[in-house]
Structure formats: C-alpha cells, structure tokens
C-alpha cells in the first residue's frame, strides 16, 4: 500500500503527543520510516505552541495524560483549526471514552497496543481526507468556496472535484438529487468557486410561486403592468445580473412559462412585464430538481429544448445512505447549532445511538437528519443522546406533516378525481366547475396521471 506521504512530492507533517518518552520515539520512529515529517510534544501545552509555529497535517495524541488530556486538547485544536484531523490512542480500559470521542468530531482512535500498519493506514486515511494537505494554508484558503459543505466521503468528495471544475465556466448546470439532500449548499458552493463570487447569488424555489406571480418575480414588471403593480419591479433575472441564479425544483415549472424561460436563456434577454424593452442580461443559471426529466419529457410535463439549455453539465449528488461515512460529522455539526438552547450541556452521542444514526434509511436525507438532532436534543436529560431517543425521533418521521408540495399536490390529485366522479368523466363540466378552461385542466389531469375514461367506465359500471 502506497501511503499519502509517499505519493506526494511534499511531507506531511504530523504532531504526535504522549507524556511517556518511550512511546513517543517509537511513534516518531515509525512514522518517519513511512515518509513523514514529525512533530514531538511530551504534553499538551507544548503542542499547542508547535501549532502556533507549524501547520501540521495531522494530530495523533494520547487520551489519558498530565494536566491537560487528549480531549481537552482536541477541543483547544479545534477551535484555533476546526479542520484538522486529530487521532487519539487509547489503552484498553478507555475504550468507552476513545468512541465518544470520535462522535464528538475526533478523526479516529487507536487501541493501544496496536501494529505498525495499523497506524499507517489510519494516519493516510486522515491525509488523504484533508483538502489542504499539500499545499498547506493557501489550499485551505482555496477550499473556503465548500466550507459549509460538511463532508468526509469518497463519493462527494469526486463530486466536489467535478463541481469545482464546472465552476471555472459558465456553462449551465442541472443538479440531480433527492429532495433534503442540500441541493442549494452544493449550488451556493459552485457560485464561491467561481469567477462570479463577488456577484449576487439568488435562489428562487420554482414548485413554490404560483404560475401567474413567476413570470414578475423572474423578470420583472413596470408599473401598471396588472393590477396591484403600483411600481416598477426588479426581476430575479436583473438582480442577479453578473453572478448567478439557482432554479430550485425546476421539473415544477409550469409549460407555459418553459417557453419563456428558454427564450431568456437563448437571447440572454428579459422583457419586464408591461414593458416594450428587453433588457440584456448576464446570469449564470444552475438549476436542481428531485425528479426524473427525461421521464417528465416523455410525460410532456417538461420541453425537451429546455432541458438540453439547462443541462450542459449535469452534477448527482448522492442520497445520505450513500455517503453514511459523514453522519457522525454532520450529527456532530448539527448538535454544536442547537445544543445550546437545550439549556443544560450536551456532549455528544451514545454508542448505540451514533450505530442507529449511521444505519438508518434516511428518506428524508440532510433535511431529515438535522430534524431528529434537534428533536433529540431537545428532549435529552443526559449528556449524551440516547438510542432510545434517536429511534423515538426517526420512528416520529411516519407522522411528520408532509411538505408544502407535497400537500398541495396531493390535495390537487384528490380535487380532481372527486370533479371527474363527480361529473362522470365529463371533462368539460369538470372544467367549468373548476373554473378552468379545457386546455389548463387537461394539463393538471395529465400532471397526476388521472384518465377521464376510467370515471366515464366506473360510471357505467356502478349504473348497471
């Protein structure tokens, strides 16, 4: 195995620190054979003084020594340098300590006695896992554009190397994923690490602005357009002029406006409602959707052109049981946000209750997660979070209350089947009750997949 320190041109540098003199040459001798730079401290005040005159790579320290131990070392390192990896040895009676330590952000643990290779494949782990490795705090600098993008896995971290390279043009992207699993935090992210970062970022839920307000709020409108327009509007478009604008949920578009928002995009140009001038635009477009386009083209719910303009590159991000590897990171993140309103100290997560966080299914993905963090913290005593308030807080889930979409969408399905039963099937009458004309009513019965023959046949069927 060819470890980090080996495939790179420069030595990581590693601090190493343990109270017995022993141990400590012996690490530093191992770790130097396999190609590293090492840093000795024989207690916890001297590395922290190391830190200030260095930029290790990486932090191996003993759990139990004088005056100050491994954890509180950890928490010191962490807030003068959150993203560094730190690895605690342990011996075999502190075990229960080493894996709250972990849950609470620490790298690793190692149980002492441990082998030669076991250390080595654990510290180039950790290398290989820290962005700023080899090129030190300029790299870290560089990296800000993902900072908030909380992430240890393989799978997203090939995703962030591919988003950043799309960030350096300005071609159009469409970002693929479930819902919950922070669709906007990715696309916020590609506008940083671009050469638009100094420009506004506006982000526009399009499942969420009804048909007849989103042609206003992407391209404005002048005063006395429509009633209630009593001054000139700026557009989304406009506003976002020079940096970029994220069309959530664009697969809820509605047709009609599809036709307008190609145009935008083909001439670069908005037209403000109630105006005779286009205006010239420059807007980098990153949209996102949870569902299946091509599906929806097939569907004729979504225009095939639109589709091809929006998706020059198009970037999957991955649900939360497919990168499980960051659960332990981000439940941590997510009890450091709310712990504080528990009013009383919380330190982290039980064994058994990180074990169920790790393998839950997690449909709701990121969004889900944080809500049981916060519902857990809430309700805990202790200062760990118990297995048995996790699994009260997933098992709550199947009650939550569903989305604003989902709701709406559901009541839409049940309205129009009842005018269809209601009407037997008769379109037209359905229509009127409806008070929508034929064209628009066919296009929702057509958006939830209800045939108006199949209430004519139930009909004839309840007559007989």
């Known amino acids: 195995m060819i470890n980090a320190a080996q495939s790179s041109s420069i030595n990581e540098t590693i601090l190493i620190v343990d109270d017995d003199p022993s141990l400590l040459r012996l690490l530093g001798i191992r770790l130097s054979a396999a190609g590293y730079d090492v840093l000795p401290a024989k207690n916890a005040k001297e590395a922290l003084g190391l830190l200030k005159s260095s930029q290790p790579q990486l932090v191996i320290s003993d759990l139990k020594m004088d005056g100050m131990d491994g954890m509180a070392l950890f928490e010191k390192i ?60 300029q790299q870290a600098d560089e990296n800000l554009w993902r900072e908030k993008i909380i992430s240890r896995s393989a799978v997203m971290s090939t995703l962030l190397q ?36 100094k420009k506004p970022f506006i982000a526009i839920n399009c499942a969420a602005i009804p048909e007849q307000l989103l042609e206003s709020e992407l391209f404005g409108h002048r005063k006395g357009a429509f009633t209630g327009a009593e001054k000139n509007h700026v557009g989304l478009f406009e506003a976002a002029n020079g940096g970029t604008l994220f069309l959530d949920e664009i697969g809820d578009m509605p047709m009609n406006f599809q036709v307008k928002l190609l145009r935008a995009l083909q001439e670069k140009e908005v037209r403000p409602l109630g105006s005779t ?52 990171l981000l439940a941590q993140h997510f009890l450091s946000k709310c712990k504080d309103k528990s009013g009383h100290l919380i330190n982290g997560f039980s064994k058994e209750a990180m074990e169920l966080l790790i393998s839950a299914p997690w449909p709701g993905n990121i969004r889900q997660l944080e809500n049981v963090i916060e519902q857990s913290v809430a309700l805990s005593s202790e200062p760990l979070i118990s297995e048995a308030l996790i699994r009260n807080a997933l098992r709550d889930k199947t009650s939550q209350l569903p989305s604003f979409q989902e709701a709406r969408d559901h009541f839409e399905r049940d309205y129009l089947a009842k005018l269809l039963d209601i009407t037997a099937g008769n379109v037209s009458q359905a229509a009127r009750i409806a008070q929508r004309n034929r064209t628009e009513f066919y296009k929702l019965l057509n958006k939830h997949h209800l045939q108006a023959e199949s209430f004519r046949e139930e009909k004839k069927e309840d007559d007989e």
């Not at 340098?81 to 040895?89: D, T």
């Not at 950043?164 to 469409?174: E, G």
Request: hydrophobic content about 40%.
């Open 277 to 328: 001038v286009a205006v010239k635009v420059d807007v980098r477009i990153i949209a996102a959707t949870h569902q299946n386009l091509q599906k929806a083209i097939i569907n004729k719910s979504f225009r095939e052109d639109l589709y091809y303009r929006l998706n020059v590159v198009e970037l999957e991000l991955p649900p939360l049981s497919d990168r499980r590897e960051d659960i332990p």
């Open 78 to 137: 962490r807030q003068q340098q959150p993203n560094l990896p730190v690895i605690i040895m342990t011996a075999h009676g502190t075990i229960p300590d080493a894996i709250n330590a972990t849950k609470q952000g620490v790298f690793s643990f190692l149980t002492k006695p441990f082998q030669s290779q076991e250390l080595l494949d654990t510290v180039e782990q950790a290398i290989r896992l820290q962005p700023q490795n080899e090129i030190g705090q």
């Open 162 to 197: 591919q988003a950043k390279q799309v960030a350096k043009s300005d071609f159009s992207l469409l970002i693929q994923s479930e819902s919950g699993t922070g669709k906007e935090l990715l696309a916020k992210a590609i506008h940083l690490a671009s050469h638009r970062h």
